[in-house]
């Protein structure tokens, strides 16, 4: 089995920042492409940003110049810094990791809880 565990969420004000972690445990024979979704309320899902287990990244064009994605391969944590948060970017955040749990095992997708980030005066 495989864990998502995410951490670093809560209330901030507009124009402040936060940094997200979430880390994978268990059965991780490889670990691929991890990112973060977000859910606003009310909404559908949508994905916030992704990166490959070589450092490549994707961002949404709604948080492009303000949050970056990173992660420590060594520990299968993937963390994303947002700056300059707006009330809009209010939701349950997601992580995600598509995962080999087996030599010659396929990729599989996995997802963490949520962790709820709100952006308030």
């Known amino acids: 089995q495989v864990q998502l565990m995410e951490s670093g969420g809560g209330l901030v004000q507009p124009g402040g920042s936060l940094r997200l972690s979430c880390a994978a445990s268990?059965?991780?024979?490889?670990?691929?492409?991890m990112g973060w979704y977000r859910q606003p309320p009310g909404q559908q899902r949508e994905p916030v940003a992704v990166i490959s287990s070589g450092g490549t990244t994707n961002y949404a064009d709604a948080v492009k110049g303000r949050f970056t994605i990173s992660r420590d391969n060594a520990k299968n944590t993937t963390y994303l810094q947002m700056n300059s948060l707006k009330p809009e970017d209010t939701a349950v955040y997601y992580c995600?990791?598509?995962?080999?749990?087996?030599?010659?095992?396929?990729?599989?997708?996995?997802w963490g809880q949520g962790i709820q980030v709100t952006v308030s005066s």
């Open positions: 268990g059965s991780l024979f490889t670990v691929g492409i």
């Open positions: 995600s990791a598509a995962v080999i749990t087996q030599a010659m095992g396929s990729w599989d997708p996995y």
